[in-house]
């Protein structure tokens, strides 16, 4: 099993333990506990409405996550109920979820409030982000306070109106309402009252009994939707300004190379260039790489002198980065004892008594985040201010750095957190809003900085390719008896990019485990991509799972449950807390239920299950599959001949138990699209390097999925009501690779090995 949650994306858990943290007296602190004057102060209410700005109590998403500590706003005044949505949305649908966790508090009517992004703003919400599936966790109950805090104050300001006890009255649809005469009033009408009003404290504020809810678990559209379908300005990339000009930004291909010289003023006398000119970079890779900025009248007059410029590079420190190489060295190390990371138990005895074992080397290609929209920012420097339109994951954490490559203070840059189009962890990065500031520097007019598509793939954070070398044993009951998991992994800048714990799948459900772990030498940027760390290891460990089924002859289904075992939390967590083996069971016998496990398959189909634990939520998929015959021979990506085979995925099934639903249409989409983005993935996805420069740098040799050859995917979900709703928005992906490898197998006997699977000479047709 896996606990990596935010423990696996390291750049982010160094970004919070380098945060200075209150001490505990200040994170348990409530601004519910401010007196009158000071509180109308912070909301600046100046008449007429009521604005709550809670500060909520630090709130922690989950045991195994880090602290942080989220805001909430809602504005009733006498334009409507206005909520305001404080992370940003990349596609998750967290502008629409947040805020409905406050609206089933406040009791409002969904259909006419309004929703709004919230400004970005350090000092009010902390911190702002969009990554790890932390949005709903965090806010859940901190929102749910906000909001039932609000209708205590407007249910009392009813009550001091009628002069009746509070206790008389209720709430629906936007309003207070006394049944014994009758009367009600809407939340408008009461907003002034209310905001001179004391805010009661948290433990005088009854939250509702979930049975009471009438909008979550609900379908509820997104809050954009039409506006999307209307083609609204939303994302950074749609930005107009007033004398906006556009800006372009060329880096060495290879990572760490220099500008050695250029025909800049060449490019200066193009049609529609403004100016031309490089940069030096900080030094630092996720600041600012040195390259030749070029600032034109339009974006094609801009991508046009790219086309022509031409920069010498000094390359004595780049990247010589190949993945040739490296798979060669990952083969010999593979034979070698590492570094052990756990050995509980005694693996080689286990071996050595063992009925039956397997062996198996597996590994996966390095891949982009690959976003629809390219990297892009709007950035007008001032002189004294910088103001930033940007699609961000870390709005918040991208201040500080503007700022000091502007050369002001942080309060002198203001960000405008636009709608991302795609992030899958890309965006966590601010590479691309640093140059924009650095390059409107130099600008006399605000700019725009667009990355093309190959900009976009070239200059990624990839995830990392690895290689484990896998080998295990049943005994004579064909239960798994010993399990060695050799991990060999890449370390930029010395730093592997990826680690194991004793933790992982199986850890504390198999007596005799052993993980060892070694990296490789590596220069290019890796970084948090989808589920980090569980996104290959769960294909790993599950597929390998099903090998030793097949040893013992058992069935895979049979024993997966076995390996679980008795229900209890096995790993631990940061904190204590990790997989539940009692849940894991539970979304594993659904999934199998739902798909008709052990039913009579056509020749050539199969089916497979996997399950995993990532980032708090528990996932198992059944997929079925049809394997069309052997056709011709084809050379892949790493120079071996191989047969092509055509694939069908015809269902996948998914059980997820993450709690309560917040918004069940957010919730089938959220499923929907991480199956589809995993079984894309699996296919075809891979970038490969020679030279320190990655070889596929668009979608003619980077092949996304095609929407003919989607599956059909089935979502279920289990709430038990014991516990609290965790992130879907990333645990949905790591089971489908092993779970469709495994039907592959049971329909036509090949094992699957490698990500992506058309290195074997699967296709999808």
């Known amino acids: ?44 209410i100046a008449g007429g409405g009521l604005m709550l700005g809670f500060a909520l109590s630090r709130a922690r998403a989950h045991a195994d996550h880090v602290d942080f500590n989220p805001n909430g706003y809602i504005k009733i005044d006498s334009e409507g109920i206005t909520l305001y ?14 805020p409905m966790i406050v609206a089933e508090e406040l009791d409002v009517d969904w259909a006419e409030i309004r929703v709004v992004q919230s400004e970005i703003n350090p000092a009010l919400y902390v911190q702002q982000f969009a990554g790890g599936s932390t949005a709903i966790p965090a806010y859940y109950t901190p929102l749910r306070q906000a909001g039932a805090t609000a209708r205590a104050m407007l249910v009392q300001a009813a009550a001091d109106q009628w002069s009746v006890s509070p206790s008389t009255l209720s709430t629906e649809l936007s309003q207070v309402l006394h049944a014994g005469t009758g009367q009600k009033f809407s939340y408008q009408e009461l907003a002034s009252v209310a905001a001179t009003l004391p805010v009661p404290s948290p433990e005088s504020v009854r939250l509702k009994d979930p049975k009471q809810f009438r909008l979550l678990g609900t379908r509820i559209t997104g809050v954009d939707n039409e506006a999307l379908v209307r083609g609204e300005p939303l994302f950074g990339i749609d930005v107009s300004l007033p004398d906006l000009k556009y800006a372009i930004y060329q880096k060495c291909p290879a990572i760490g190379g220099t500008v050695q010289s250029a025909n800049i003023e060449e490019i200066k006398k193009m049609p529609g260039v403004v100016d031309a000119f490089a940069l030096e970079g900080t030094g630092n890779g996720n600041d600012l790489f040195p390259g030749v900025a070029i600032i034109a009248n339009s974006t094609w007059e801009a991508f046009q002198a790219k086309r022509a410029l031409k920069v010498e590079w000094d390359e004595t420190n780049a990247s010589k980065d190949s993945w040739s190489a490296a798979r060669k060295e990952a083969a010999r190390l593979a034979q070698e004892p590492a570094t052990q990371i756990a050995n509980n138990g005694d693996f080689d005895a286990a071996m050595s008594t063992s009925t039956a074992t397997s062996s198996g080397f597996y590994q996966y290609h390095f891949v982009s985040h690959a976003p629809l929209e390219p990297q892009n920012c709007t950035a007008h420097y001032k002189g004294d201010s910088l103001e930033l339109w940007a699609p961000t994951q870390t709005p918040s954490w991208a201040i500080p750095t503007a700022a000091r490559l502007t050369g002001m203070e ?40 667009q990355w093309t598509r190959e900009d976009d793939v070239r200059y990624d954070l990839f995830r990392a390719g690895g290689f484990h070398q896998m080998d295990g044993c049943v005994d004579e009951n064909g239960k798994v008896t010993g399990w060695r998991n050799r991990f060999i992994t890449f370390a930029p800048g010395g730093r592997p990019a990826s680690s194991m714990n004793g933790g992982v799948f199986p850890g504390g459900m198999v007596d005799n485990l052993r993980v060892e772990q070694t990296a490789l030498d590596w220069a290019y940027r890796c970084a948090a991509w989808r589920a980090p760390n569980a996104n290959v290891f769960a294909f790993v460990v599950q597929s390998f799972l099903d090998e030793l089924s097949h040893a013992a002859q058992r069935d895979s289904l049979e024993v997966l449950l076995e390996v679980l075992g008795e229900p209890r939390s096995v790993g631990g967590g940061r904190r204590g807390r990790g997989m539940h083996t009692g849940r894991a069971a539970n979304v594993v016998k659904l999934a199998a239920e739902k798909a008709g496990w052990g039913k009579e398959l056509p020749k050539n189909s199969g ?8 980032h708090a939520g528990h996932i198992a998929i059944v997929a079925e599959v049809s394997v069309g015959g052997e056709e011709n021979a084809v050379t892949n990506r790493s120079g071996e001949n191989v047969i092509r085979r055509k694939l069908k995925v015809d269902n996948v099934t998914v059980a997820s138990d993450v709690g309560p639903i917040i918004n069940l249409s957010g919730a089938e989409n959220q499923v929907e699209g991480s199956v589809i983005d995993a079984l894309s993935t699996m296919m075809d996805l891979s970038i490969t390097f020679e030279n320190g420069r ?17 599956p059909a995917v089935e979502a279920h979900f289990i709430d038990t009501g014991e516990h609290s709703p965790t992130g879907l928005g990333e645990p949905v992906f790591p089971p489908l690779a092993p779970a469709v490898g495994n039907a592959i197998f049971a329909a036509c006997g090949h094992r699957v090995r490698t990500l992506p699977i058309s290195e074997e000479g699967f296709y999808l047709g």
Do not use: W
């Not at 949505?85 to 947040?98: D, F, M, R, W, Y």
């Not at 636009?418 to 992030?423: E, L």
């Not at 990655?694 to 989607?710: C, G, H, M, P, W």
């Open 1 to 44: 099993m896996s606990t990596l949650n935010y423990d696996s994306v390291n750049e982010i858990t160094e970004f919070f333990t380098r945060k200075a943290q209150p001490d505990d007296a200040t994170r348990n602190a409530h601004i519910f506990k401010l007196d009158r004057r000071q509180f109308l102060k912070l909301t600046g």
């Open 85 to 98: 949505a404080p992370n940003p949305e990349i596609g998750q649908g967290v502008k629409t979820s947040l």
């Open 410 to 449: 942080t309060s002198q840059v203001t960000l405008h957190q636009m709608r991302c189009g795609g992030g899958f962890g890309r965006r966590l990065y601010n590479d691309f809003l640093f140059e924009a500031a650095a390059i409107a520097r130099r600008s006399k007019s605000p700019i725009k900085l």
């Open 607 to 614: 089916m497979g299950v996997a399950f995993y634990y990532s």
């Open 694 to 710: 990655a070889e596929q740098t668009n979608f003619d040799k980077y092949r996304i999925l095609r929407a003919s050859v989607s």
